[in-house]
């Protein structure tokens, strides 16, 4: 099993640690990928004709995390240092992958190793094209993700002679056969477990668990790796849970992004939470992880959707629990784990009806990278600024360039680097920044005036920016979580923040809400524009953080309750707007294939398929009305109506810039949705 490495040169050898034990027991029971392996160990030769970046990809639980470890074991044994890369907690940032790469600058013949690519897909360009440039000469790079490899990869004259590409696939019978022997599974159980899972490495370490447990064999099914499949398992899991302690422990696996001793003292003893920490660990889809025990993804969904729907109460229950439980980890956490805890505070985000996923342009979801403002981008945000909301407004985000460019996120589109959107968070002290030239800033300096003026060191936080404005709502929705994000991590790195402010739209009906999560009415905006513009501020001299979570705990409660008690009401299954905002963009997708139009979303709210097909050109037909929506009916019939297309050929047909052309297709397409929205038939 170890042929590869005994060919590579070896270490001398040293006194071995518990690390270096745990380390000979993984590669002991390591099965398979010989290919790959090879691969790697001419890589660390050196031969003269082995790749330096080795791309490998496989769905969920196909061992690919498994594989990397042990490359990373082997180039150990050679005397090379590995730099170990986490695409979970890199996420969208060239920032955090450029800062967490940066040892290979400083070793001799590094290996860099990035898992989870899937997790910063959109990294890929930005990836090849820039950062892997600058590595030295003798990096091995391997990265591995759940999708396929880009093909300019292989395309470029100059990335084909140093790229290997891989797809992990299903274990073939003899390497099934040792990974169960290895299990213990007794040889008569191996045909039936293997039907089970068919070669998929998580499916058969679940299965072989299941039948050390169990009399019976697990049944003799073909394996699909679904939610309705892992349930299966997985009940039979929790059928055999040992205690209520170990169940808890289950369910905040489920939930979280990382599991710790901590967090498992939300809900048990010190005795009980190291017994489950420990169960937990052993499980055969949980893995060990620097910042703590992480779930599979499948079953983490899978476990955290069973017990909210047997028990909605409780589910509520805990998730305002370890809510509060993360909310306080940042302030304790060093420096370089700050980020870390917020992330992990920021994934129960996802439990929300509204997420900074959910309110991005549905075309860029998953193609966009985030980023820190540098300044060959300031005529692009100018120009993006200048085409949603004028001149002016173009101005006073110069303005801000010039003295705050800290303050800028960017987002860029993946393929081309353009940037299609950013956010401004304004970090001000008043004894030093002018308040007084950006007039929005006027509500901000009376509620100062008001309240009194800040102690050295204290500073003010804004959410000034969030361009483009794709809608009114989504804008406030937008605002508040960037601003969310800014203000948790300036409150736990004790920074000195005083007061938050955000400006949104829509202030007449967003106050309430935003009274019960603690942020006030400065005053209502007229001058702002026709949007019944409001400044609101939440003001951390007089309500610091804990009376604060205490009532926003309050309303998230009342919030669960509500959502608790009515599933089975017409509004419970009624369409969210950003729900139908997705159908429609279905039905322009599917417009040119009848059977997949035919099951959209929108066909019981419509009747029938050509009522909506009339209701969609009647919508995109009225644009031509106004001239100045022309141009964007134009585009959005070119690219859904007309013909089966891509956007590049539909720009290229309208004889625009491609840049140009999705500002005019996202304008036509928001105000399509809107239109819809407004006009839908109600029953």
Partial sequence: MNDVVRRLPVREARRGS?????RRLSREGFVGRTEQRNVFASALRGDHDAPQVLLVHGAGGMGKSALLRRFADDAQECGRAVVWIDGEYVVASTTALTEAAEPVHHTDSPVLIIDGFEHCQVLETWLREHFLRTVPADTIVVIAGRQRP????TLDPGWRQLVHTTALTPLNPCEVAALLEDRGVPEALHTAVNGFADGHPLALCMAAEETLTKDAAPDDTVWEPSPRVIETLLARVIDRVLTPAHEYGLRVCGHVRHVTLDLLRTGLDDHDAHTVFDWLAHLPYVEVRRHGLVCHELVRDVLDASFKWRDPNAYN????????????????????????AVQDLLYLSRYLDRTLDEVMDPRLRGSVLEGDYTPDLREELLELARADQGEEHARLVAYWLDRHPEAFQIYRHAEDLTVVSFFTWLQLHPDTDDLTHDPALAPVREHLDRTGPLTPGEHIGIGRFEVPQRSLELYAIATTLDTACQVTRALHQRNGLAASFMILPGADVVTAELESFDYWLVRAMPEYGEANWGMFVHDWREVPLEPHLDRVE?????????????????????MAQDEFATAVKHALRDWHDDEAFATNALIPTYGDPAALRTAITTTVDALRRDPDRLKHQRTVQATYLERDTNQKAAAARLGIPFSTYR?????????LTTTLWNTRPTT
């Fill in 18 to 22: 518990m690390g270096d034990r745990v």
């Fill in 317 to 340: 229950e805990l998730h305002l629990t370890l809510w509060r439980h993360l909310l306080k980890a940042p302030s304790t956490a060093s420096d370089t784990e700050v980020d870390v």
């Fill in 150 to 153: 880009e093909p300019q990869w």
């Fill in 554 to 574: 309050n309303t998230m409660r009342r919030l669960g309750g509500e959502l608790t008690n009515t599933p089975d009401t017409p509004a419970a299954r009624a």
């Fill in 663 to 671: 500002r005019h297709l996202q304008t036509g397409l928001d105000h």
